[in-house]
């Protein structure tokens, strides 16, 4: 069956380091969602792509989704310690249900 | 402006005890209603969803159940709660037939012990 696969599971970066995770999927999706999750939260929708390639940006997070629809990461520059959390991606499947990526942790030290 | 409500926020629970977790959904109308168990450190276990009411549809056989008696209302059960069990319960919604966004709810801290 379809799989999202994310990775890194974890990264650990210095304050102000970059960092960035990959989403993967082993067919190719309508859309695109990414979700944050803050520790002891819920999941936080943050942005969906659609468009093959397209690349959208949201302050230091930068989400592109590729040309085959398959694939998309999300780029933080220069993290925060409020960059703490998990990120999810997430694409559409048949039924109105969702695959959600198995997560990237992200841990942000000052 | 559409909320998400779940309750209660937090549950401690003995083994063979029954379960009864509710959500609603308040400012749309005929949501896309799900449930997600997500253990400790792990990712999103999609638990059943609904795209009415009445209508039930589940992904991992198990012996929790849902249930729809409202539009907006969404509701997880068992009869006799396992150790395994244990984990955040999250109930989401999308507009009906939509396959954008979803809305999640605050979660249910579940222990059983």
């Known amino acids: 069956g379809q799989q999202v696969m994310q990775i890194p599971q974890y990264q650990h970066v210095q304050e102000g380091e970059d960092f960035t995770t990959y989403c993967n999927s082993s067919?190719?999706?309508?859309?695109i969602q990414w979700y944050k999750q803050r520790p002891g939260g819920h999941p936080v929708f943050l942005i969906q792509l659609v468009k093959s390639g397209e690349v959208k940006k949201q302050k230091r997070l930068t989400f592109q989704f590729g040309e085959a629809k398959k694939n998309s990461s999300l780029h933080i520059t220069a993290t925060q310690t409020t960059d703490v959390g998990t990120y999810f991606c997430a694409g559409p499947r048949t039924g109105n249900q969702f695959y959600f990526g198995t997560g990237t942790s992200l841990t942000v030290i000052p | 402006s559409q909320t998400i409500h779940q309750w209660p926020a937090t549950l401690v629970q003995p083994v063979g005890s029954p379960l009864s977790l509710e959500c609603t959904v308040e400012g749309t109308s005929n949501p896309n209603l799900y449930w997600y168990r997500q253990a400790a450190g792990r990712g999103l276990q999609l638990l059943f969803y609904s795209v009415g009411i009445g209508q039930i549809s589940s992904e991992v056989p198990q012996n929790l159940s849902a249930s729809r008696p409202q539009d907006r209302q969404f509701i997880l059960s068992s009869k006799k709660l396992l150790l395994s069990d244990s984990g955040f319960y999250l109930c989401?919604?999308?507009?009906?037939?939509?396959?954008?966004?979803?809305?999640f709810g605050p979660g249910t801290r579940l222990t059983v012990l």
């Open positions: 067919t190719t999706l309508s859309n």
């Open positions: 989401a919604w999308t507009g009906y037939g939509s396959t954008d966004t979803q809305y």
